[in-house]
């Protein structure tokens, strides 16, 4: 399977698209568009590909993709369970930047917005981590008039660049699709690694999934993703550990275990490496968290 190029369709004569998705799960293929996304998650939990970054995405972030940035959502294995009620709910303005108009970006009002816009080339995102009057104004979305959509659109791009908390996703920036035969060799690699990540995965295995040579491989992944094999297998155990150290009841060694680690020892340094914390500090800060 090819990742898809989405043409993503404008109702009536509108110069943007309002998408409410409320379903089992979200749409599980990497993919990427000529429009920008706004996207505010309601409901659901997962991994989020957006570029080269792989990260947690949960209820309450509002991100920003660039166009053409390859994202995919990814949810938990529980949202694929026969009996599961679990289920996803997300709002979605989809907009070309020249919807506003050389002129209209290029006003001193509107200069903060026009650089945003140039950010979202690497993927942006805002954790509000609860509802708040924005939020609320962007579930009314269906229900607003065109203009009052498009003036939540422009509230919602503005409180953006005023949060401090606004994070740039990926390290690369996307302005224009790859050839489909990448898109189609990273959609694979990502699906291989994030089913697999639990058993032992070779540099070999990954090259066969990709068609490649372990050495044209390495060149590949370093070329879309800025990161080595071991890189991105480590970013995804790590992440599932966060998750299983967040919600679940194992301890630290079932969990370095169950995510595909040989010793615990080896977890502590890499779980330390990339979250500045060792697995046990980092359940202590999420306990604190939740007092």
């Given at each position: 399977?090819?990742?898809?190029?989405?043409?993503?369709?404008?109702?009536?004569?509108?110069s943007?698209r309002?998408?409410?998705?409320?379903?089992?799960?979200?749409?599980?293929?990497l993919?990427?568009?000529p429009?920008?996304?706004l996207?505010?998650i309601?409901?659901?939990?997962?991994?989020?590909?957006?570029?080269?970054?792989?990260?947690r995405?949960?209820?309450?972030?509002?991100?920003?993709?660039?166009?053409?940035?390859p994202?995919?959502?990814?949810?938990?294995?529980?949202?694929f369970?026969?009996?599961?009620?679990?289920?996803v709910?997300?709002?979605?303005?989809f907009?070309?930047?020249a919807?506003?108009?050389?002129?209209?970006?290029k006003?001193?009002?509107l200069?903060?917005?026009a650089?945003l816009?140039?950010?979202?080339?690497?993927g942006?995102?805002l954790?509000?981590?609860?509802?708040?009057?924005?939020?609320?104004q962007?579930?009314?979305?269906?229900?607003?008039?065109?203009?009052?959509?498009?003036?939540t659109?422009?509230?919602?791009?503005d409180s953006?660049?005023?949060?401090?908390?606004?994070?740039?996703?990926?390290?690369t920036?996307?302005r224009?699709p790859?050839?489909?035969?990448?898109?189609q060799?990273l959609e694979?690699v990502?699906n291989f690694i994030?089913?697999?990540?639990a058993?032992?995965?070779t540099?070999d295995?990954?090259?066969?999934?990709?068609?490649?040579?372990p050495h044209a491989?390495?060149?590949?992944l370093?070329?879309h993703?800025r990161?080595?094999?071991s890189?991105?297998?480590?970013?995804?155990r790590?992440?599932?550990?966060?998750?299983?150290l967040?919600?679940?009841?194992?301890?630290?060694?079932?969990i370095a275990?169950?995510?595909?680690y040989?010793?615990?020892?080896?977890?502590?340094?890499q779980?330390?490496?990339?979250?500045?914390?060792?697995?046990?500090?980092?359940?202590k800060?999420?306990s604190?968290?939740?007092k």
């Open positions: 399977m090819k990742a898809l190029l989405f043409r993503v369709p404008t109702v009536d004569d509108r943007f309002v998408q409410i998705d409320s379903e089992k799960h979200f749409y599980q293929r993919h990427f568009h429009e920008l996304q996207t505010l309601k409901e659901g939990t997962g991994t989020l590909v957006a570029g080269d970054c792989i990260d995405f949960q209820p309450y972030d509002l991100l920003l993709l660039g166009a053409n940035v994202h995919v959502l990814l949810n938990d294995s529980e949202y369970e026969l009996d599961s009620s679990r289920r709910v997300a709002y979605s303005f907009f070309n930047e919807m506003l108009g050389e002129l209209f970006l006003s001193p009002e200069i903060h917005i650089d816009l140039r950010e979202a080339t690497h942006v995102r954790r509000y981590g609860e509802p708040n009057a924005l939020t609320q962007f579930e009314k979305i269906s229900k607003l008039r065109p203009f009052e959509q498009l003036m659109l422009l509230t919602t791009l953006l660049t005023l949060s401090s908390d606004c994070e740039r996703l990926s390290g920036a996307y224009r790859n050839k489909p035969v990448d898109h060799r694979n990502f994030l089913t697999n990540y058993n032992t995965v540099l295995d990954v090259a066969n999934v990709a068609n490649l040579t491989f390495c060149r590949f370093r070329m993703t990161k080595t094999f890189q991105l297998l480590n970013e995804v790590v992440e599932h550990a966060c998750r299983l967040r919600d679940s009841t194992q301890s630290v060694s079932q275990f169950g995510c595909g040989a010793n615990l020892s080896n977890f502590n340094r779980f330390k490496q990339l979250m500045n914390l060792t697995p046990r500090e980092y359940l800060s999420v604190e968290l939740g």
